[in-house]
């Protein structure tokens, strides 16, 4: 990995190392389920930023879903006391 | 996991989004048992997008200011039609100061895509937008898991 430092361009902000953006990216991959296991040199930055993209997606999707079936729950179903007495309680 | 047995520490994001959304729930049904009675697919289409927004609308101000991304989100939710205006305006403008950058322009594109998925992505700078995007995705696994648990316990 090069360790050439990049100038930021942007007025006012502290230098931006390729250092900082390797810490960020690193820590990115151990949020994905997909590549966390790789090795970090094994896997580069536009991988990563792939992966994070596809994964963010599948989130979103994800809760789609969800709401989708917690719309069709709410419509269908009665809530029983003993399941309103639960959600007063969580609410407290 | 059931929703009684989720632990919920009271300063978490997880218990504050928990709880907002459970009574933002709560206020849909009530106004849904008030109109119609049939549960047709055009009901469950509308009751989708308004639960979408209330998951949203709890998760942002479960967060609230602190991060920039939620500070986009609730923008987003409370100003809709203005917001799309907004976003064009600022995206030209942030794109034009990025394409000083010396990045490939593979990497771009991948940036360009994730700014897009991350709320608020179009005006941050780079690292800005890497440690966003870790707490939003942290928060997004918190909101599904906390959903995933609701609608098993209306399944039961």
């Not at chain 1, 949020?31 to 790789?38: A, F, G, N, S």
């Not at chain 2, 919920?8 to 997880?14: D, E, G, V």
């Not at chain 2, 780079?126 to 997004?140: D, G, P």
Request: glycine residues 2%.
């Amino acid at each position: 990995m090069s360790s050439r430092r990049s100038r930021s361009r942007q007025s006012g902000s502290s230098r931006i190392t390729d250092d900082q953006i390797n810490d960020l990216v690193s820590k990115l991959q151990q949020l994905l389920p997909e590549i966390r296991d790789r090795q970090p040199d094994k896997v580069s930055s536009a991988n990563v930023l792939q992966e994070t993209c596809n994964y963010i997606r599948s989130l979103h999707r994800e809760v789609d879903d969800l709401s989708e079936r917690l719309s069709e729950l709410l419509a269908t179903t009665e809530t029983t006391s003993a399941q309103a007495a639960i959600i007063r309680s969580l609410l407290m | 996991m059931a929703v009684h047995r989720l632990s919920l520490n009271p300063s978490s994001y997880k218990t504050r989004f928990t709880q907002r959304f459970l009574r933002a729930l709560m206020k849909i049904n009530k106004n849904k048992n008030r109109s119609s009675t049939s549960s047709s697919f055009q009901e469950i289409r509308r009751g989708r997008r308004r639960i979408k927004i209330a998951a949203d609308g709890s998760m942002a101000s479960a967060v609230g200011s602190k991060r920039a991304w939620s500070r986009a989100m609730l923008y987003k939710l409370r100003t809709r039609t203005r917001h799309q205006a907004w976003v064009r305006k600022i995206s030209t403008a942030a794109k034009r100061k990025r394409d000083v950058g010396n990045k490939p322009e593979e990497e771009l594109s991948r940036t360009d895509d994730l700014r897009r998925l991350v709320p608020g992505g179009e005006a941050m700078d780079f690292c800005s937008l890497l440690e966003e995007t870790a707490h939003y995705i942290k928060c997004l696994t918190t909101q599904a898991h906390v959903m995933q648990s609701i609608a098993d316990f209306y399944s039961t």
